[in-house]
Structure formats: C-alpha cells, structure tokens
C-alpha cells in the first residue's frame, strides 16, 4: 500500500528541461553535439533535478551486503565467510570501493540488509544495521526469502533514499556485497528477461566449467522449484532474489521518487535495477548505467530497461566501483554544461551556416 | 641526428616490472583480475616508470595550435580565425579542455606551434610561443611543410617533453586546435594505414555530405600531388600533416624516451601518434590512447598502433579533453595498486582452490 504510494509519486522527467540544457550546450565554444554523452549526462540531470544549474557536490554509494543460502551449493569460488570479512574491510576503507569513491569525492554507506553474521556494537559511522534476513534460504531448495521479506527489503532502501534526500545529498550510487550474489541476479535476469539460464549466467568471481555448469543447473532448478511470476517483480525478488538486491531496487525507486540521479553499479546492481523498473518504467529516466560488465547476462538487462553504459573497462567487481568511476564521468559532463564559455562570454565566431 | 639519437634511447617496457605489479594486483581484496582495464593500466604505469610505487600527482595536458592552408578549400565548418580566438578562450579558462582538466587536476599548456596569427606580448604562464610556420600551405597546390620545418615540429615536441620531465610531471597528455585539421589526419591516416581516402574521412565540426565529398577530393588530389613516402614519416607529415600533428608527434617520442606515460586524445592526436609510432614502434608501450573518436579514420590508426581506447563516449572536440577524462580513469587504476588492502591485511579469505 506504501509502496504503491510512492510508485505513483515517480514520474517521466519533464522533456522542457531537456530542451532549455540543450540550448545552453549548444552556445558554448565547441561545435555542437562534440562532447557527445557529456552532453546527454548534463541533459539527463537537468531534467531530472528540474534545476538548470544542479550541483553533484554530494555523493553516496550504498553498498548493500547480503549473505546467500544458495552458496551451499557449491555456486562461488569463495567461501561464505568473505561477505562478513569484506564488511571490515569496507568499513576500515581498504576494499575497491572505498579507493574509487575517494577518488570520486563520494562517501560510501555500508548496509547490512542480510548478512548471515552479526555485527554487534559497530560504531562505524558509515555503517547501517538494517538486517531483515540472517542470509537468503536456499532457493534450490525452498523460496529465498518471504514476500513480507522482500518487501522490507525494498522498503529499507526507499528509505535510505528519503534520508539522504532529505540530507541535502545529490546523487545516489548503487554497489552489493554477498557471495554468491551472481547467481539470485542470473535468475532474475532469466526470469524477467525471458533469456535462458545458460544465456544469462557468467563466471562470477571467477568459477572453472565445471562450477558454471553447476550453477546453471542450481538456477534452473530453482526456478522450476519457486515458478516465480514475470508479471509480479516482487515474487521474482523473494523467490530467486536476495536481499541487498531488493534494498538497491528500493534505493532507485526512492532514488526516481525523490527526483535524484542514481548510479546504477553493474551486474547485481543492474538485476535490482530491473526489479525497480517492472515495478515502474519511469524509474528509467533517474538511473545511469555505470558501466558494462563481464558477465553475460548485464547486456540483457541494461537493453530491457533501455540503458547504455558509461564505461567499459571489464569490471567484475561489484561493491559499487563501476559507480564511483561513472560519478566522475557525469560530473564532467555537468561542469561542461555549466563552466564552458559561451561563444559571445569567449567572441569566438560560430559556425559559418 | 640529434633525433636518431633520441630515438636510439627509446626501449620496450621491462616485462619484469609488469609481472611484479601484477603480484600486488593478485594479493588485494577482490577477485583476481576483477578490476579489469584499471589493473591494465596500473601494470602499464608501473612498467613504464619502473617504479614499482609510481605517482601521477603532477599532470599536463599540451594542446598544440596551428593553422592549415587547405582550409581555403572549404574543408571545414569553421572560419580559420577561430584557431586564434580558441588560444585566447584556452588562456582565458573557458574552453571544453580548461573544465576537463582541471577536473581531473591536470594544467593546460597551450602551445603556439604553427597559428596564422601573432600573440604578442603573451604574459599568461600557460602559453608556450614556438611557432614554426604561420599557418601550413595548402595542401593541395604544395606540400605543407618543407621537410626541415616538419623537424622542427617534431622538435618542439621533444624539447616540451624534456623540459617537463625536469619539472617532475608525471603524465602528459596531447591535444590539438586547429581549424581544418581532420583533413591533414586524414590524410596522414591514409598514407600510414593503406585505407583509401573515403574510409578514413569524417566529418569533422560538422560538415554536410556536399563539403564531405568535397574534403575526400582535396585529400586525393593533395596525396596524389605530393605523393608522401609511407616509409617515411617525416616526409608524410611535411607534405600532407601540420605544425600540431608534428608537435604531437614529437612529445609521444619525447615522452617515451623520457619514459613517462602520455595519454593520447582523440582523431589529430592519433594522427600524431602514428606519425612517432612510424619512427619508432616501441612508442606505443608508453601511449595510452584516450578514447573512441566519432571520426571515422580514428579507429583504424588505432589497430594499426595497437591501442585500445579507454572511453567510449561520443567525443569528436579535441583540444585534450579525451586525455583529461582518460587520465582520471588510469589515475584510478594507480589508486587500486596502491592504495587497496590486501587480503592479509584485512584478514579475508582467498579464493578456494
């Protein structure tokens, strides 16, 4: 009932802000349309803020972590116990993401929606405790998580999205930590997709054939088992989803409703960015696309909802670091748009007609 | 001479150093390889200075200016004055490379290499005066250049890149002005890859398919005129190049010989790669080529060096402003080497074997 509240509050953005950055681009000293998807960035956030002079002086990147009860089968080249290690390191700001978002002037929220371990007395500031499950059940077995689950899932994020809206922050990224993460987000992409299994499942951190074919096999039986509905995003997400997958697709709808620019990292990422997006389209219009991952089954996703990536740089890291490295991609192209002189600022003679 | 020599102290990348930094690359917390490009160019970094804890803390990007005699045949969608009101728009801040640099923390040094026009009494601290011609010949009535002024371009290039290897810069990047100058680069791409004419001509600021036509002609008529020996790059930017193509030219060998990185732009600067590849291959392990260029006869240079480009985004300006982003994104992977934890130092698991 919440949720569809605030799903009715996201709206495509306005096609009259497009036209008014438009006609600043095309004033200033270079020839028009030269800066390519620079331009399109400054664009897509004027449009989305609804601001000709938006800042992107504030920047966050949730990493979201979340253990898997399908890791017990055999589907990741590490063990279980890394998602909770990897937690530290975030937290003592020695993991990729903590580099890259440094580099990006970003600061970046750790999320414990689901990890199968606690974390008692964390004083870190840049942790948040937000725990709706001990780790996913296995889905081979039994569905991953309940539909009440799921939706907490979903609503922890659109939370997340309200609070730091409403503390003056002005983009958001998106970033996952679970081991075994891969394979809840291959299913989702063969479910809302429509793709086989084996079209979108990949090597993951890095599994041998044998691993791989194993994890079809997991996901496939999986989603016999579960029968998980295309038409019902949120069944999709409880069944053979996971739960820092449901809280990033909350963080975007809350992301579209609250009218902020939101990163959306790479493979993991990009399944709960399709989650948002079945639920409303128009989420598209807020989200940019990192970058292009390694595994196979991204390129599907990103052509369902309709996103071109920023980057191509074989990333298969996860933890939001393809975001981090795009935030300074779409920063260019908005201190472009508003620090470039103009033709008449510069008295440099245009174009001869 | 004085070039054969510099060229003699030009050496392949040590292989040593690139396995030593991929053993650090192997020991931090992520998956092995999953960081993808950016471990590449941390690797790259790490073999070309022979350092195994390089620092990028000092940048330069040189946009080389100069004006082209064939811009009288109608080849562009620009008058030739703008050259000379974009060196003021340079020195004044305003230009698309001015935002991007110093968004990615680099200087802009705007060199006078061949502008038809004075500058004088030029106080500003970012103008470099060594202007060899005023403006190259037409093309397609004479040769460019002669032979001796081409050396000279070639010259202040070098002697840029020795100066600001003194100052302690630790990266150079290359950029161009030069209204009319897709027409030299592609003819030079012409002459240096065997494509024919119209496979490698785009269109530039923005030309309509009349000028299109048009500008292939004039490059035909201006090959087969000064019929430039493919065997002998000097002699092919003499005839059909430009002063700004030869000071590209001479900063990558410069910079190679000084072994400092340089991130070569877009269209022009390729074009000024291939003419110091031609000289001396074992340039390209120091170049990293900034990204895809909407031109056409970019990507062709390209194989032809053996880069692959690191961004992907619709550029077609110029100036640097493809070396300023790609050098954000390389500094990225330099922060990865250096400042990532390993998995000892954050006590994760490895991968199980």
Redesign the interface.
């Known amino acids: 009932m919440e949720l569809q509240a605030l799903l009715s509050r996201i709206v495509s953005v306005n096609g009259k802000f497009i036209e008014q950055a438009q006609k600043r681009l095309d004033n200033?000293?270079?020839?028009?349309?030269?800066?390519?998807?620079?331009e399109e960035f400054a664009r897509q956030l004027v449009a989305i803020t609804e601001n000709t002079m938006p800042e992107l002086d504030k920047k966050v990147i949730f990493t979201f972590a979340g253990d898997h009860g399908v890791a017990e089968e055999g589907v990741s080249?590490?063990?279980k116990?890394?998602t909770k290690?990897?937690v530290?390191?975030f937290l003592?700001g020695?993991?990729?993401i903590n580099?890259?978002a440094?580099?990006a002037g970003a600061e970046v929220v750790v999320v414990d929606i689901g990890v199968d371990a606690e974390f008692e007395d964390m004083k870190n500031t840049c942790f948040v405790s937000q725990k709706v499950v001990k780790g996913t059940k296995n889905m081979r077995s039994t569905s991953a998580m309940t539909r009440d689950e799921a939706m907490k899932c979903i609503e922890v994020g659109i939370e997340l999205a309200n609070e730091y809206a409403k503390k003056g922050y002005k983009v958001f990224g998106t970033g996952d930590m679970g081991i075994a993460n891969t394979t809840p987000s291959s299913a989702i992409a063969s479910v809302l997709t429509g793709k086989t299994v084996d079209e979108v499942t990949g090597r993951g951190?890095?599994i041998n054939d044998e691993i791989w074919k194993n994890k079809v096999d997991v996901i496939k039986d999986a989603i016999a088992l579960n029968k998980p509905d295309p038409s019902d995003p949120m069944d999709v997400l409880a069944k053979v989803g996971g739960a820092e997958i449901g809280g990033i697709a909350g963080l975007i709808l809350g992301a579209a409703a609250n009218k902020i620019p939101v990163v959306v990292d790479g493979f993991i990422s990009t399944a709960g960015a399709l989650i948002a997006y079945t639920m409303e389209p128009k989420t598209k219009d807020y989200m940019f696309s990192a970058h292009n991952s390694?595994e196979v089954g991204h390129k599907v996703m990103l052509e369902k909802i309709g996103l071109k990536p920023?980057?191509?740089?074989?990333?298969?890291?996860g933890e939001g670091?393809g975001a981090a490295?795009a935030m300074?991609?779409i920063?260019?192209g908005l201190?472009?748009y508003k620090?470039?002189?103009t033709f008449k600022?510069?008295?440099?003679?245009?174009?001869?007609s």
Chains 1, 2 share one sequence.
Do not use: C, W, Y
Request: no cysteine.
């Open positions: 200033l000293t270079k020839p028009q349309g030269s800066l390519g998807r620079l080249a590490f063990p116990e890394v290690q990897m530290f390191n003592n020695g993991a990729g580099v890259l440094r580099h951190t890095g390694q920023i980057l191509d740089l074989d990333l298969r890291l670091t490295l300074l991609i920063e260019a201190k472009i620090d470039m002189a600022e510069a008295a440099v003679a245009e174009k001869q």
